[in-house]
Structures are given as structure tokens and as C-alpha cells.
């Protein structure tokens, strides 16, 4: 009943969900992960910058102020140099200030007499250059604290001979200055360094690269794999160029800038190199992760959500359509189509198929309004729930049909649990207020339950047999079996024959006036004569030959006796009355069948009154063009009477639909009479049919009590074993005759 591969689909489609989000995120990922690292490169080399900037700066400004004081110096008296110079050491943060003179002697501000001569220098300088040395470790003091030097020539007044050389000694502190590090929380390293990779300065939280180090042949790069990066920066670096380097495996630079600086007076070999750890990166990449991570938990839990709701609304759906497949809405109990579902699932399918359903039961519905049916089903349906036990079914078919399926060792005990049950449906018009139910069961026996609508035919086949009789409940199908079925090939087989030997009889049951008590008129009814002198009832014949056709000949055969004989009977000057004859619903559907009809009568020249027809309700349920057969019957001068009203396919709504000049009540409706709501309902009906302005004659008038209640609700004409049962035709002769005296 519940497909598994639906719930399969729901949870693939939403894997492939998840997976393509997945997949979506990742790539996300990347991307931040990207443009977090072009960013970070864009910092670093900005960094780089404001670096350069600084220090060519501070630089720059030393060398001013060296440059002014030389001129200064010029036309000056050398002995008075040191003292001049005094006053700028702290103003500039030097270590030291001093002059030089030409023979290599120096004096500096710090109370120093030493030779230089041997410094690279004061050669140069003596050469009218400017100089910035690389770091060196202070040997002059012997502190051995970190410094460089700054030199500048000192030319005699012509400008054109070096007399000595100016110079400073600055402190590594000074570019510790000029080296930001504040960026990236302290992730951030910058280096001064030489163009050979040697590290002239380096920013105070370096802790892998110091002074004196390379960083060619110490660090950067240090993967071989990465020999490139490291070879690229070489030749950059030789060529005065700038550019980025990456090596995710360093930790302390792992991203890095290099950019030269532009300092003549260092021969230009100087360059800023700045660097950040992979866990710059890292870090910022951890702070988007957690914002990302946060989105994913809110992400998935509206997917979550939104998938928990989806599969909730789809099971109730599922659930609406398999109740809207499988219940059955007046009873909520199972219908057929479960019934059939679960008939196939079942392990053990011997048992007992039962089709029932309730006689009259269109008639509650019209009289006493579908909601009081439907009421009346439930209660049915009730009924059988509590009888049904484990591994049995039960289902509504339709209308007032039901199926159940029981299992028990043998008819008795079926038979034992259908009493039970017929009595419990007999006490519910009590409760319910309606006329009597009559229940109808037709059982059948089988070994397997897999095709239901073949052994349900069984079992309805079986239930026709007494459908209408009402003398029995139920019928099982090994009961009409062969010996009956046998009959009914052996009748259908017949037919012919006994169209050709006459064999069929018209009798004549009497109608008379429930007012005078005296003779209407008849109804014609066919028996048959078989040939070894028995005579066959209607019944038997009837729907067996509404089953194959054959009863069209046969309604034609009766009309044409009957129209001869009443032709017979006027010749012979009898006291005329007319006679109704049976057509069947099936008879009513070839075309022509008016003309057909009024061409017999035609051809016994006899008056249509003489001739009345009888069609039964079921005839106005099936076939819509009957009102219009109605009108062309009428013009041709038939009297119609609507037959076996009130029995199962009666609805009161036919009475003004369709133009009927009588109604019969059926024999069923007259056995209500003694019963309270039933005879309600009789007057209800009467009251009815009346109003339209119809005739009334009540069939099957067996008692005095019947004929009385029938005479005051103001009945037309009586038919019934009360006044007589049909007739061979002399002996209705002799009714005819009484009738004339
Ligand atoms: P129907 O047309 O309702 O005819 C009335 C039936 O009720 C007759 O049964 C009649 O014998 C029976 N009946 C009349 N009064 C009483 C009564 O007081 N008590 C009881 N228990 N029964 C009573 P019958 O003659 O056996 O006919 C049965 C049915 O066969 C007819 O029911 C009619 O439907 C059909 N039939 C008979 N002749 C023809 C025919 O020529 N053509 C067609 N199409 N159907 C026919
Ligand atoms: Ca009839
Ligand atoms: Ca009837």
C-alpha cells in the first residue's frame, strides 16, 4: 500500500542537496581564502612602503644635517669641531658624533682620540662621498651595542679638497623605529637588508632572523621546493626590483614583500623586506570560518527545519492520499479498493467472501433524506467492525453494498455469525427511526484471495438469487450451483422452441376497485408450459432472459397474446377491462419499440386503452430517454403505470421527473402496513403520487388489514392474493363474467 522508493527519492534528493551546498561551500571557502591572502598581501607590501618611507626619512635627515654642518665646517678651526657637534648627538639620537682629519686621527663627542684611518669610511668619505655603513657591532667603547655610521666629506673653502670626514654613529634603535610592526597583532616582521641577503636591521619581535644573518642562504625559502621563489627574489633583489614571495611551510614568513630602498649614500644595495606569519592568515581566516561556521549552523538548521516540515506535510499528504485511495468516506471504515489491497497481502486466504447488501435501502435514502442513510450505513458498518475478527476484512463497496471476508471451519459457524449480525441490523430502524431493513448476504467459499471481483461476482450471484424474495437472508453460492445453473442453460436453450409451441401462458390476475370491490381490470403474467405438463414461474425465466435478450421477444410475444385475446374477448361481446402488460427495461431499449408496440395493436385493431404497460423504476434509473419513450407511449394512447415502486430502486424524485398515470406499490410497501414508520412512509408516498395526480393501485394485498389501511389512504385499485392470484385465462373469463352480472 505505501511505496518505500518514494521515501528513498525524498532522502536522495535531499543528500544531493547537501551535497551541492557542500560543494558550494567549499568552493566559498577557497575563494575567502583568496582574496583573505591578496588582502593580507596588499598589507604587507603597504607596510613595506610606509617602511621605506621612514627610513629613507630618517635617514635622509641625518644626512642634512651632516651635509649643513660640513659646510659649516669649511672654513672652520678643526680643533673646535668636536664641541660644535655636542649640542646635535641627542637631538638626532646618535651614539656619538666626530670629526676625522685627513691623517685618519678622529675625535669624537664621546671623549675618544683614535686612529680611523683604516676605515672603509673615512677612505671613502675622503673621497667627497657620502656613506651609511651596515650594521656593526660598536668597538670604540667596547659595548659592543649595535650601531652604523654615517659619513660625510668636509671640503676646504675652495669645495674641491676633502680636508676630513663628518661623522655619526646612530643607533640600531633608530631603525628598530623605522620598522612598524603594530599591523597584524605583532604577526608582522620587517628587516633591513642587504641586496647579498645579509640582515642589517630587524623589527624587535623577529624571532627567527636577526642581525648578521642571511636570508638567502639561512631562511627565506628554506624549502628546496621553493627553490624558484628564493631564486626569483635573488635576482630581483640584484636588479633593484620588487615582488611578493610565499612559503606555507615557514612559519614566521610565510607571505613576504621585499622592496628596495633608496639610499645612495648605502650604494643603493639596501632593501625593506616585510613578512607575515601563516597565522596572520590563519587567524583571519579563523575569524570568517566562525562566521561562516555560525551560518552554516543556521543554514542547516533552516534547511533542517525546512526539510522536517517538507517531510512532515509530505507524509500527511501521503497519508491524505492513501486515506482518500483506501477510506471510504461515509463509513471511514476500509473500501473496496483497501479491501482488495489487503485481500492481496493476506497469507491465508481460505475463507468465506460474503457480498451483502441492505433491500429497499434507495428508498430510506429518498424518503428519509441521505443523511439518515448514510447514518444507517455507518451503523451497518459498525456492526460488522465489532463481528470482524483478526485476519478478516470488511469493506463498503458502494451505495448500500458491503464485502466482508470471515474465516471460519464451516458453513454452520458462518451461518451461526450471519443470524448474529442480521439481528443486530434488524434492531437499527428502531434506533434510527426508519422503515424495516432487510439484509441480503450471498456467500462464497474459497481456498485463495488473490482476484477479488471474480469470487465477489460469486458471491453477488448468489445474493441475486433472493434478492427481492425476501423470505431468506442469505444464499451461499454452493447452494444455486450447478443444479440451477444447469436449469438455466437447459431454459435458455428452450426458448426458441417454446416461442414456436406456444408454450409460454398468459394468466391474468385480477385488479379490483378498493372502493366498490369490483373488477378494474388485469395484469398480464407469463408461465411456462414445458412440455411434460409443469409449469415454470416468471421468476425463473424473467431475469434470465433480460441476462441474454431474449426477453425483448418475449415482452413482444405476451403484448401480442394479450392484444389478440382482448380483440377475442370484444368480439365476443365481453364487458371490456383493460389489461396491463410487463415490458421489461430491456425491452425498452431497442429503438423503435413505440412504433413496434403500436403497430401490434394497430394489427388487432384495438383501442389502446384496452392495453396498459407496465415498466419498472429501475427502466427510469438506467436510460434517460425513457421520459421522452414516456411522451411517444402516451401519444399513442398507453396508459403507463410505474411498477414494483418502493422496492430497492424507488426514488420519490422519479414522480414529478417522469409523467406516470399509476403507480404500483410494491408488495414490499404493503408489508410495512402494521409497522409505524412504514406506514408513515406508505402515507407520505401515497400523499405524494397523489398530488401529481396519479392513480395508486397496491400490489400483493394478501390480508383484510392491508385492504383496509390501503382504502383509507384513498388506494385505487387492489391486486393481491386477497382477491385473487393469477389466473389461467378461462378461468379469468369467468371473473369477466361475474363482472358483467
Ligand atoms: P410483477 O410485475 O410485480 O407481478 C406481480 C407479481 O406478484 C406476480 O408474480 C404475482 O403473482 C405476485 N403477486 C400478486 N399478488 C400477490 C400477493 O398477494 N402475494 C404474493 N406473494 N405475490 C403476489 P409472478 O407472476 O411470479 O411474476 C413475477 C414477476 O415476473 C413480475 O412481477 C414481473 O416482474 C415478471 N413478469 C411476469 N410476466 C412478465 C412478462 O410478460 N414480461 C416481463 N418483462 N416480466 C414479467
Ligand atoms: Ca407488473
Ligand atoms: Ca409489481
Given at each position: 500500500?505505501?511505496?518505500?522508493?518514494?521515501?528513498?527519492?525524498?532522502?536522495?534528493?535531499?543528500?544531493?542537496?547537501?551535497?551541492?551546498?557542500?560543494?558550494?561551500?567549499?568552493?566559498?571557502?577557497?575563494?575567502?581564502?583568496?582574496?583573505?591572502?591578496?588582502?593580507?598581501?596588499s598589507?604587507?607590501?603597504?607596510?613595506?612602503?610606509?617602511?621605506?618611507?621612514?627610513i629613507?626619512?630618517?635617514?635622509?635627515t641625518?644626512?642634512r644635517?651632516?651635509?649643513?654642518?660640513?659646510?659649516?665646517?669649511?672654513?672652520?678651526?678643526?680643533?673646535?669641531?668636536?664641541?660644535?657637534?655636542?649640542?646635535f648627538?641627542?637631538?638626532?639620537q646618535?651614539?656619538?658624533?666626530?670629526?676625522?682629519?685627513?691623517?685618519?686621527?678622529?675625535?669624537?663627542?664621546?671623549?675618544?682620540?683614535?686612529d680611523?684611518?683604516?676605515?672603509?669610511?673615512?677612505?671613502?668619505?675622503?673621497?667627497?662621498?657620502?656613506?651609511?655603513?651596515?650594521?656593526?657591532?660598536?668597538?670604540?667603547?667596547?659595548?659592543?651595542e649595535i650601531?652604523?655610521?654615517?659619513s660625510?666629506?668636509?671640503?676646504?673653502?675652495?669645495?674641491?679638497?676633502?680636508?676630513?670626514v663628518?661623522?655619526?654613529?646612530?643607533?640600531?634603535?633608530?631603525?628598530?623605529?623605522?620598522?612598524?610592526n603594530?599591523?597584524?597583532?605583532?604577526?608582522?616582521?620587517?628587516?633591513?637588508?642587504?641586496?647579498?641577503?645579509?640582515?642589517?636591521?630587524?623589527?624587535?619581535?623577529?624571532?627567527?632572523?636577526?642581525?648578521?644573518?642571511?636570508?638567502?642562504?639561512?631562511?627565506?625559502?628554506?624549502?628546496?621546493?621553493?627553490?624558484?621563489?628564493?631564486?626569483r627574489?635573488?635576482?630581483?633583489?640584484?636588479?633593484?626590483?620588487?615582488?611578493?614571495g610565499?612559503?606555507?611551510?615557514?612559519?614566521?614568513?610565510?607571505?613576504?614583500?621585499?622592496?628596495?630602498l633608496?639610499?645612495e649614500?648605502?650604494?643603493?644595495?639596501?632593501?625593506?623586506?616585510?613578512?607575515?606569519?601563516e597565522?596572520?592568515?590563519?587567524?583571519?581566516?579563523?575569524?570568517?570560518?566562525?562566521?561562516?561556521?555560525?551560518?552554516?549552523?543556521?543554514?542547516?538548521?533552516?534547511?533542517?527545519?525546512?526539510?522536517?516540515?517538507?517531510?512532515?506535510?509530505?507524509?500527511?499528504?501521503?497519508k491524505?492520499?492513501?486515506?482518500?485511495?483506501?477510506?471510504?468516506?461515509?463509513?471511514l471504515?476500509?473500501?473496496?479498493?483497501?479491501?482488495?489491497?489487503?485481500?492481496?497481502?493476506?497469507?491465508?486466504?481460505?475463507?468465506?467472501?460474503?457480498?451483502?447488501?441492505?433491500?429497499?435501502?434507495?428508498?430510506?435514502?429518498?424518503?428519509?433524506?441521505?443523511?439518515?442513510?448514510?447514518?444507517?450505513?455507518?451503523?451497518?458498518?459498525?456492526?460488522?467492525?465489532?463481528?470482524?475478527?483478526?485476519?478478516?476484512?470488511?469493506?463498503?463497496?458502494?451505495?448500500?453494498?458491503?464485502?466482508?471476508?470471515?474465516?471460519?471451519?464451516?458453513?454452520?459457524?458462518?451461518?451461526?455469525?450471519?443470524?448474529?449480525?442480521?439481528?443486530?441490523?434488524?434492531?437499527?430502524?428502531?434506533?434510527?427511526?426508519?422503515?424495516?431493513?432487510?439484509?441480503?448476504?450471498?456467500?462464497?467459499?474459497?481456498?485463495?484471495?488473490?482476484e477479488?471481483?471474480?469470487?465477489?461476482?460469486n458471491?453477488?450471484?448468489?445474493?441475486?438469487?433472493?434478492?427481492?424474495?425476501?423470505?431468506?437472508?442469505?444464499?451461499?453460492?454452493?447452494?444455486?450451483?450447478?443444479?440451477?445453473?444447469?436449469?438455466?442453460?437447459?431454459?435458455?436453450?428452450?426458448?426458441?422452441?417454446?416461442?414456436e409451441?406456444?408454450?409460454?401462458e398468459?394468466?391474468?390476475?385480477?385488479?379490483?376497485?378498493?372502493?366498490?370491490?369490483k373488477?378494474?381490470?388485469?395484469?398480464?403474467?407469463?408461465?411456462?408450459?414445458?412440455?411434460?405438463?409443469?409449469?415454470i414461474?416468471?421468476?425463473k425465466?424473467?431475469p434470465?432472459?433480460?441476462?441474454?435478450?431474449?426477453?425483448?421477444?418475449?415482452?413482444?410475444?405476451?403484448?401480442?397474446?394479450?392484444?389478440?385475446?382482448?380483440?377475442?374477448w370484444?368480439?365476443?361481446?365481453?364487458?371490456?377491462f383493460?389489461?396491463?402488460v410487463?415490458?421489461?427495461?430491456?425491452?425498452?431499449?431497442y429503438?423503435?419499440?413505440v412504433?413496434?408496440?403500436?403497430?401490434?395493436?394497430?394489427?388487432?385493431d384495438?383501442?389502446s386503452?384496452?392495453?396498459?404497460?407496465?415498466?419498472?423504476?429501475?427502466?427510469?434509473?438506467?436510460?434517460?430517454?425513457?421520459?421522452?419513450?414516456?411522451?411517444?407511449f402516451?401519444?399513442?394512447?398507453?396508459k403507463?403505470l410505474?411498477?414494483?415502486?418502493g422496492?430497492?430502486?424507488?426514488s420519490?424524485?422519479?414522480?414529478?421527473?417522469?409523467?406516470?398515470?399509476t403507480?404500483?406499490?410494491?408488495?414490499?410497501?404493503?408489508?410495512?402496513?402494521g409497522?409505524?414508520?412504514?406506514?408513515?412512509?406508505?402515507?407520505?408516498?401515497?400523499?405524494?403520487?397523489?398530488?401529481?395526480?396519479?392513480?395508486?393501485?397496491?400490489e400483493?394485498?394478501e390480508?383484510?388489514?392491508?385492504?383496509?389501511?390501503?382504502?383509507?389512504?384513498?388506494?385505487?385499485?387492489?391486486?393481491?392474493?386477497?382477491?385473487?392470484?393469477?389466473l389461467p385465462?378461462?378461468?379469468?373469463?369467468?371473473?369477466?363474467k361475474?363482472?358483467?352480472?
Open positions: 500500500m505505501y511505496k518505500k522508493n518514494e521515501g528513498i527519492r525524498n532522502v536522495a534528493v535531499l543528500c544531493a542537496i547537501l551535497l551541492i551546498f557542500g560543494i558550494a561551500l567549499f568552493g566559498c571557502f577557497g575563494q575567502i581564502r583568496n582574496s583573505l591572502q591578496q588582502q593580507l598581501m598589507s604587507i607590501e603597504g607596510m613595506a612602503e610606509q617602511n621605506e618611507i621612514l629613507e626619512k630618517e635617514v635622509s641625518r644626512f644635517l651632516l651635509s649643513s654642518l660640513a659646510r659649516e665646517f669649511s672654513d672652520g678651526d678643526e680643533s673646535i669641531f668636536v664641541d660644535r657637534l655636542q649640542g648627538v641627542e637631538t638626532y646618535f651614539k656619538r658624533m666626530g670629526y676625522i682629519a685627513s691623517d685618519g686621527i678622529a675625535q669624537t663627542t664621546d671623549g675618544y682620540h683614535l680611523m684611518s683604516d676605515r672603509e669610511t673615512f677612505r671613502q668619505s675622503m673621497q667627497g662621498k657620502q656613506r651609511l655603513t651596515d650594521t656593526f657591532e660598536d668597538q670604540i667603547d667596547g659595548s659592543d650601531v652604523n655610521a654615517f660625510v666629506p668636509v671640503y676646504e673653502k675652495d669645495q674641491k679638497t676633502v680636508k676630513g663628518l661623522f655619526a654613529t646612530g643607533r640600531y634603535e633608530m631603525f628598530e623605529g623605522c620598522l612598524q603594530e599591523i597584524f597583532e605583532g604577526q608582522a616582521f620587517n628587516y633591513i637588508v642587504k641586496m647579498d641577503g645579509m640582515i642589517i636591521a630587524a623589527s624587535g619581535n623577529s624571532r627567527e632572523w636577526g642581525i648578521g644573518k642571511n636570508i638567502f642562504t639561512a631562511d627565506i625559502s628554506a624549502d628546496e621546493n621553493d627553490d624558484a621563489a628564493k631564486s627574489m635573488i635576482s630581483d633583489m640584484k636588479s633593484g626590483k620588487s615582488g611578493y610565499m612559503d606555507p611551510k615557514r612559519k614566521e614568513v610565510s607571505l613576504y614583500y621585499y622592496m628596495p633608496k639610499i649614500e648605502t650604494g643603493d644595495e639596501w632593501y625593506v623586506v616585510t613578512a607575515a606569519s597565522s596572520v592568515l590563519t587567524n583571519r581566516m579563523q575569524v570568517v570560518m566562525d562566521a561562516i561556521n555560525s551560518l552554516i549552523v543556521i543554514i542547516l538548521v533552516i534547511i533542517s527545519v525546512s526539510v522536517g516540515v517538507y517531510i512532515y506535510s509530505w507524509r500527511k499528504s501521503k491524505e492520499l492513501i486515506s482518500l485511495a483506501y477510506q471510504d468516506p461515509v463509513t471504515g476500509d473500501n473496496f479498493a483497501a479491501f482488495k489491497e489487503k485481500a492481496k497481502s493476506k497469507k491465508d486466504g481460505a475463507g468465506w467472501l460474503a457480498a451483502m447488501d441492505l433491500a429497499d435501502f434507495k428508498l430510506i435514502n429518498s424518503t428519509c433524506g441521505v443523511k439518515k442513510g448514510d447514518e444507517v450505513l455507518r451503523a451497518v458498518s459498525e456492526i460488522f467492525e465489532n463481528e470482524k475478527g483478526d485476519n478478516e476484512l470488511v469493506a463498503h463497496v458502494n451505495a448500500d453494498r458491503f464485502v466482508l471476508f470471515w474465516m471460519e471451519e464451516n458453513q454452520d459457524a458462518i451461518k451461526e455469525r450471519l443470524e448474529r449480525v442480521i439481528k443486530k441490523i434488524e434492531e437499527i430502524p428502531e434506533r434510527l427511526e426508519i422503515p424495516n431493513l432487510f439484509p441480503v448476504f450471498g456467500i462464497y467459499h474459497t481456498m485463495v484471495l488473490d477479488i471481483d471474480p469470487l465477489y461476482g458471491a453477488v450471484l448468489a445474493k441475486h438469487q433472493i434478492k427481492g424474495r425476501r423470505d431468506r437472508h442469505y444464499m451461499f453460492y454452493d447452494e444455486l450451483n450447478h443444479e440451477s445453473i444447469q436449469e438455466n442453460r437447459e431454459l435458455e436453450d428452450h426458448f426458441e422452441m417454446a416461442l409451441k406456444e408454450e409460454f398468459i394468466w391474468y390476475q385480477p385488479k379490483y376497485s378498493a372502493h366498490t370491490r373488477l378494474v381490470g388485469a395484469e398480464a403474467l407469463v408461465r411456462w408450459r414445458r412440455q411434460d405438463g409443469s409449469l414461474p416468471p421468476l425465466f424473467i434470465l432472459f433480460e441476462r441474454n435478450g431474449n426477453i425483448i421477444r418475449l415482452d413482444e410475444y405476451v403484448f401480442r397474446a394479450v392484444c389478440r385475446q382482448q380483440k377475442a370484444q368480439e365476443q361481446g365481453q364487458k371490456m383493460p389489461v396491463s410487463n415490458i421489461s427495461r430491456v425491452s425498452l431499449y429503438s423503435n419499440v412504433e413496434k408496440y403500436e403497430s401490434i395493436i394497430r394489427s388487432y384495438l383501442d386503452k384496452y392495453i396498459q404497460l407496465e415498466i419498472t423504476e429501475s427502466a427510469t434509473i438506467d436510460n434517460n430517454e425513457i421520459f421522452n419513450l414516456l411522451e411517444q402516451h401519444t399513442a394512447g398507453f403507463i410505474l411498477d414494483d415502486f422496492s430497492g430502486y424507488s420519490l424524485s422519479t414522480l414529478n421527473r417522469m409523467h406516470f398515470d403507480i404500483k406499490l410494491d408488495k414490499s410497501l404493503v408489508d410495512y402496513i409497522d409505524d414508520n412504514g406506514e408513515k412512509l406508505l402515507n407520505s408516498i401515497t400523499k405524494l403520487a397523489q398530488s401529481f395526480g396519479m392513480e395508486i393501485t397496491a400483493g394485498v390480508t383484510v388489514e392491508q385492504l383496509m389501511f390501503l382504502c383509507n389512504l384513498d388506494c385505487d385499485d387492489i391486486q393481491g392474493y386477497y382477491f385473487s392470484r393469477p385465462v378461462r378461468e379469468y373469463e369467468e371473473c369477466l361475474e363482472a358483467c352480472m
